[in-house]
């Protein structure tokens, strides 16, 4: 089935320790986006990718970082992680033109990656 | 600066029980709307959505959410609720022509009584 494959699903680091989380697609989506969720707040958007064009929310930390090396992946960078940035990670696709009959604008999430920081 | 609000962070009902969960928005044009649902240990997934048309939209398993452009809301209802309802419910809101940014809420958390 086509989806978005986050990995790892749990991740636990150090402080100061980069990580790098990975999301795939096999939808070919034109847009990928990296929201940060934390218990009982909203997802977040951190940044997203329509294709290459990289768009980064004002308020998102420098430490955190993202690459799209081709449009199946994405990935986050989190440089320095702090206590802080202990949260749920989302990876999300999506089609502003609906080709891939999913609806346009239609948000497909990965599960998730579980970012534990001690 | 765009937002989404979501009234009600937790809600707890009998099976049976009617239900309307809030959701307004801060932007004055054009929008599409969103309600996602987080079942548990599971992945968010769309419920239902509105572009354009009848405001009164319906989605999966018996769920309905009405657009009203003056009130800037979309709130969710369903008639009577089911013990398998219970879940995280998100509200979301993209603007439309510009980019291809999805804000949420902060979700309301259902819990059905069986």
């Known amino acids: 089935d086509a989806m978005v494959i986050q990995n790892p699903r749990y991740q636990v680091t150090q402080f100061g320790k980069p990580v790098t989380l990975s999301c795939s697609q096999t939808?070919?989506?034109?847009?990928m986006y990296w929201y940060q969720q934390k218990s009982s707040q909203a997802p977040k958007l951190l940044f997203h990718?329509?294709?290459?064009?990289?768009?980064n929310e004002a308020d998102t930390p420098d430490n955190f970082q993202s690459r799209r090396p081709n449009t199946s992946f994405c990935f986050l960078d989190i440089r320095s992680p702090g206590l802080g940035d202990a949260a749920m990670y989302l990876c999300?696709?999506?089609?502003?033109?609906?080709?891939?009959?999913?609806?346009?604008?239609?948000?497909?999430f990965g599960a998730g990656s579980r970012l534990t920081v001690l | 600066a765009q937002s989404v609000s979501q009234h009600n962070h937790h809600v707890i009902l009998s099976e049976a029980a009617s239900l309307e969960l809030g959701c307004n928005y801060s932007?004055?044009?054009?929008?599409?709307l969103f309600w996602y649902v987080q079942y548990p240990g599971q992945h968010l997934q769309l419920l239902l959505k509105?572009?354009?048309?009848?405001?009164l939209v319906k989605g999966i398993k018996g769920f309905e959410a009405e657009f009203i452009k003056s009130k800037f809301s979309f709130n969710l209802r369903k008639p009577s609720v089911q013990w398998s309802d219970t879940a995280e419910y998100f509200c979301?809101?993209?603007?439309?022509?510009?980019?291809?940014?999805?804000?949420f809420g902060k979700g309301t958390r259902l819990h059905i009584l069986p």
């Open positions: 979301a809101v993209k603007h439309k022509g510009r980019d291809d940014k999805i804000i």
């Open positions: 509105y572009f354009s048309g009848d405001p």
């Open positions: 932007y004055g044009g054009t929008v599409n």
């Open positions: 999300a696709t999506s089609d502003p033109f609906g080709r891939s009959g999913s609806g346009a604008n239609v948000l497909t």
């Open positions: 990718y329509y294709d290459k064009d990289f768009n």
């Open positions: 939808l070919n989506h034109n847009v």
